[in-house]
């Protein structure tokens, strides 16, 4: 199986993130602070890339059961201690799709971009598909 470029989703997703024009920002919930990120870094694989990915491919799994096989390694030096090496399903339209409807449901949510409710977004996902997969397992 072939990976996706990485560096063309990247790429995509930093002129996506620019061109909506809100500020993208990072809360630190212990003091309720704001930090700005850039699109570039909020777009990079090694930065915040692999949570929009990972909430992409929550909506994705939700709608096809199937995932982007992301290639997600944990690199202490990264600002999430994460970065995303390869997506090895689907194809560049269809992660690219799935990172819009992500980013533009949260660019609905507040003034700005915020990462922090990319995390929320994962987790309603996952509680959907746990609703759904006894019904459908029980319907085979």
């Not at 700005?112 to 319907?139: C, K």
């Amino acid at each position: 199986m072939s990976a996706i470029d990485l560096a063309a989703i990247s790429a995509a997703q930093t002129r996506l993130l620019a061109e909506i024009g809100k500020p993208i920002e990072l809360l630190d919930r212990g003091t309720g602070k704001r930090v700005v990120v850039s699109p570039a870094d909020a777009a990079h694989p090694e930065a915040y890339l692999p949570v929009f990915l990972i909430s992409a491919e929550a909506l994705w799994l939700e709608l096809t059961g199937t995932g982007f096989a992301l290639d997600v390694s944990r690199t202490p030096d990264s600002a999430l201690g994460y970065a995303v090496s390869k997506v090895r399903a689907g194809s560049f339209t269809v992660v690219m799709l799935c990172l819009i409807d992500v980013t533009m449901r949260l660019a609905e949510m507040d003034d700005a971009l915020v990462l922090n409710h990319l995390i929320d977004f994962w987790g309603e996902a996952h509680g959907r598909i746990a609703d759904v997969a006894p019904t459908l397992q029980g319907a085979t």
